[in-house]
C-alpha cells in the first residue's frame, strides 16, 4: 500500500478461488474487471465509475458449481484492498451518503468509515436471478465487503419493480457514497473521531 497515492492490492487464492483486487480511490473510474460473473462485473462498473476509483479485479472461481465462491471472494478482496488504501484515515470525511434514482427504482447507500462493521439491509428483490446471477449473492456480496472494510453500511431500496433496476442503484449510490466519505476534508485535523482512532 501507498498511504501519499491511496492504492492497494489483495491476492487471496483458496482451493474455490483465486482473486486479485487493485483499487485506487483517488482515480478516473477506470476499470479492468475479468470476474467470470458478467452481472458483478457490470455492478462493479458503475460502482467504481460513480466513485471515481481506479479498479482492477480479477478472478478465477469454481463458477462450474454456482458464482458463490467467487462474489463472496471478491467482496472479500475488494473490501481488504479499500480498507488498506485508506491508510491512516486521517483528514477524511467519514462519512458519505446517496440517493441514486434507476427508473422507477430509488436506491439509497449511508456509509460511516467507522472500523464497526454492520450491514443493515433494506431491500426486497422481487427477482430470484437476474439472467444467472442468484439475486441472494447481492446480500452475501455487501455484507463481506462491510465486515472486511470495516465499515458500517445501510443499503435501502425505497420503491422499484425491476430487481436489475434496484442493484444498480445501490451499486451507483456505493461509489458515490464512498467517494463522499474518503474525500480529505482540509479542515479536519487527525483522525475524524472523538475516540482519536477509528
Same mark, same amino acid.
Given at each position: 500500500?501507498?498511504?501519499?497515492?491511496?492504492?492497494?492490492?489483495?491476492?487471496?487464492?483458496?482451493?474455490?478461488?483465486?482473486?486479485?483486487?487493485?483499487?485506487?480511490?483517488?482515480?478516473?473510474?477506470?476499470?479492468?474487471?475479468?470476474?467470470?460473473? $458478467?452481472? #458483478? /462485473?457490470?455492478?462493479? *462498473? !458503475?460502482?467504481?465509475?460513480?466513485?471515481?476509483?481506479?479498479? &482492477?479485479?480479477?478472478?478465477?472461481?469454481?463458477?462450474?458449481?454456482?458464482?458463490?465462491?467467487?462474489?463472496?471472494?471478491?467482496?472479500?478482496?475488494?473490501?481488504?484492498?479499500?480498507?488498506?488504501?485508506?491508510?491512516?484515515?486521517?483528514?477524511?470525511?467519514?462519512?458519505?451518503?446517496?440517493?441514486?434514482?434507476?427508473?422507477?427504482?430509488?436506491?439509497?447507500?449511508?456509509?460511516?468509515?467507522?472500523?464497526? $462493521?454492520? #450491514? /443493515?439491509?433494506?431491500? *426486497? !428483490?422481487?427477482?430470484?436471478?437476474?439472467?444467472?446471477?442468484? &439475486?441472494?449473492?447481492?446480500?452475501?456480496?455487501?455484507?463481506?465487503?462491510?465486515?472486511?472494510?470495516?465499515?458500517?453500511?445501510?443499503?435501502?431500496?425505497?420503491?422499484?419493480?425491476?430487481?436489475?433496476?434496484?442493484?444498480?442503484?445501490?451499486?451507483?449510490?456505493?461509489?458515490?457514497?464512498?467517494?463522499?466519505?474518503?474525500?480529505?476534508?482540509?479542515?479536519?485535523?487527525?483522525?475524524?473521531?472523538?475516540?482519536?482512532? #477509528?
Amino acid at each position: 500500500m501507498n498511504d501519499s497515492k491511496r492504492t492497494a492490492t489483495i491476492y487471496r487464492k483458496t482451493n474455490e478461488t483465486e482473486i486479485e483486487v487493485t483499487i485506487h480511490l483517488d482515480g478516473e473510474g477506470k476499470t479492468t474487471l475479468d470476474t467470470g460473473v $458478467p452481472f #458483478l /462485473e457490470h455492478m462493479l *462498473d !458503475l460502482f467504481s465509475k460513480h466513485g471515481q476509483f481506479d479498479l &482492477t479485479v480479477k478472478a478465477k472461481g469454481d463458477i462450474q458449481i454456482d458464482d458463490h465462491h467467487t462474489v463472496e471472494d471478491i467482496a472479500i478482496c475488494l473490501g481488504q484492498a479499500f480498507r488498506e488504501a485508506l491508510g491512516s484515515k486521517e483528514g477524511i470525511q467519514r462519512y458519505g451518503m446517496s440517493f441514486v434514482p434507476m427508473d422507477e427504482a430509488l436506491g439509497q447507500v449511508i456509509v460511516d468509515i467507522s472500523n464497526r $462493521p454492520h #450491514l /443493515e439491509y433494506r431491500i *426486497d !428483490l422481487p427477482d430470484r436471478r437476474i439472467g444467472t446471477f442468484a &439475486t441472494e449473492l447481492f446480500h452475501e456480496f455487501l455484507w463481506k465487503f462491510a465486515l472486511e472494510a470495516r465499515i458500517t453500511l445501510h443499503v435501502i431500496v425505497h420503491y422499484g419493480r425491476n430487481s436489475h433496476h434496484m442493484i444498480e442503484s445501490i451499486f451507483k449510490a456505493l461509489g458515490r457514497s464512498l467517494d463522499q466519505a474518503t474525500q480529505i476534508n482540509p479542515k479536519q485535523k487527525g483522525i475524524p473521531s472523538s475516540k482519536g482512532v #477509528l
